[in-house]
């Protein structure tokens, strides 16, 4: 079993940044960023495999989040520059052994989330 721990999220204003860590039990092939605003579906944001063969941004944060990845600490950062209050959400951190993947329904591993919110 791996666990998977986010930390970093708060209350922003629009502009603001933010930068949310997800802290895995052991190393693993694919690390991942999802979120989910009130009433609305779950949505990838971006997700990074192992030695960056695949690295993935929405359409709706590229140039605005980057990634980074401690290797040592089995950690993934997001980088959340330029926030905007559509950027408010629960983010949480997926991952899997098999591989990156657009669905989250493809991941066996979830972290419980970290609150995101961002004022206008």
């Known amino acids: 079993q791996v666990q998977l721990v986010e930390s970093g999220g708060g209350s922003v204003q629009a502009g603001g940044s933010l930068r949310l860590s997800c802290a895995a039990s052991?190393?693993?092939?694919?690390m991942a960023w999802f979120r989910q605003a009130p009433g609305k579906e779950r949505e990838g944001v971006a997700s990074?495999?192992?030695?960056?063969?695949?690295?993935y941004f929405a359409d709706a944060v590229k140039g605005r989040f980057t990634m980074s990845r401690d290797y040592a600490k089995n950690t993934l950062y997001l980088q959340m520059d330029s926030l905007k209050p559509e950027d408010t959400g629960l983010y949480y951190c997926?991952?899997?052994?098999?591989?990156?993947?657009?669905?989250?329904?493809?991941?066996?591993?979830w972290g419980q989330g970290t609150q995101v919110t961002v004022s206008s």
């Open positions: 990074h495999a192992f030695g960056g063969g695949r690295t």
């Open positions: 997926a991952a899997d052994f098999r591989g990156c993947a657009d669905a989250g329904s493809l991941y066996e591993y």
């Open positions: 052991t190393s693993i092939y694919c």
